[in-house]
């Protein structure tokens, strides 16, 4: 699970096209998720997945806080513990964002990261347990989005003019490099998304030049095919086995 909800979610989350006749993300909403990974053929549920957003304020601007966190159970955590956060701060019509922050403690590797962004221009500051803080800069895409926002962005787009089989390709930054991504548009598909009952779903696959993900449309997303394209369902393939996050409550949206 290191990892993987987040990029896997961040691959579809891209660089469409607003819809200016969707609804924005509200501040308030709550998604949960149950984290589950094969072991030894069954899908064993072993973490919780959170992701919510609220409204901040400050004296020039509003922001729109996205965050997302992971966590094992503590009958799991012997084996891997996992207590990540990561955060962005965006404009709440382009979901653009202005601050990223990442903070994970996984399996006893603790990492802190935070971007500040100012159009293509990135300064990244990372800490790691018993080592100096360092500093760096690097340019991006002026597309391009932290992981965190692009769990958003897609939910203003324009999904049903998309036909099955076609692609779209974008970038996203991850770990201070641009990732090269393709989503494939597979289809619909009734998919049960929790308190929401059983919803149509917009299938996607996910393909990224990245040792993360592994297989041809092994990496899924069903967004819930209406106005709020809420994740409903994730499946990932990686090269030490396969998962899923599964919604089982979505509050405030």
């Known amino acids: 699970m290191k990892k993987v909800l987040v990029i896997l979610t961040a691959l579809v989350l891209c660089s469409f096209k607003a819809d200016t006749t ?25 973490a919780q997945v959170t992701m919510s957003t609220e ?14 966190e992971l966590s094992t159970f503590t009958k ?6 996992i207590r ?47 080592k100096v803080e360092t500093t760096r800069k690097f340019t ?27 692609t779209k390709s974008f970038t996203i930054v991850f770990d201070e490099e641009q990732v090269p991504v393709t989503i494939k548009m597979m289809g619909i598909e009734t998919i049960d998304a ?10 996607l696959s996910i393909g990224a030049k990245t040792k993360v993900l592994k297989g041809t ?12 394209k809420v994740p409903a369902l994730m499946k990932f393939s990686i090269p030490v086995g396969t998962g899923q996050l599964v919604l089982t409550s979505a509050t405030g949206i």
């Open 22 to 46: 969707t609804a924005g993300i509200p501040s308030g909403e709550k998604l949960v998720y149950a984290g589950s990974y094969n072991m030894s053929g069954l899908m064993t549920h072993i």
């Open 55 to 68: 409204s901040v304020k400050t004296a020039k601007n509003n922001y729109l806080h996205i965050s997302c």
């Open 76 to 81: 799991w955590d012997k084996f891997f513990k």
């Open 84 to 130: 990540d956060v990561y955060e962005s701060y965006v404009n709440p019509t382009t979901m653009m964002p202005s601050l990223y922050k990442r903070s994970i403690d996984e399996g006893g590797y603790i990492k802190k990261e935070k971007y500040v962004i100012k159009g293509t221009s990135v300064t990244s500051t990372t800490s790691k347990k018993n």
């Open 140 to 166: 991006i895409g002026k597309s391009t989005q932290d992981v965190v926002s692009m769990m958003y962005k897609l939910r203003t787009a324009d999904l049903a003019s998309m036909k099955t089989g076609a």
């Open 194 to 203: 929790g308190n929401l009952g059983d919803k149509k779903c917009y299938k």
């Open 217 to 228: 449309d092994k990496n899924l997303i069903w967004l819930t095919a209406d106005d709020k």
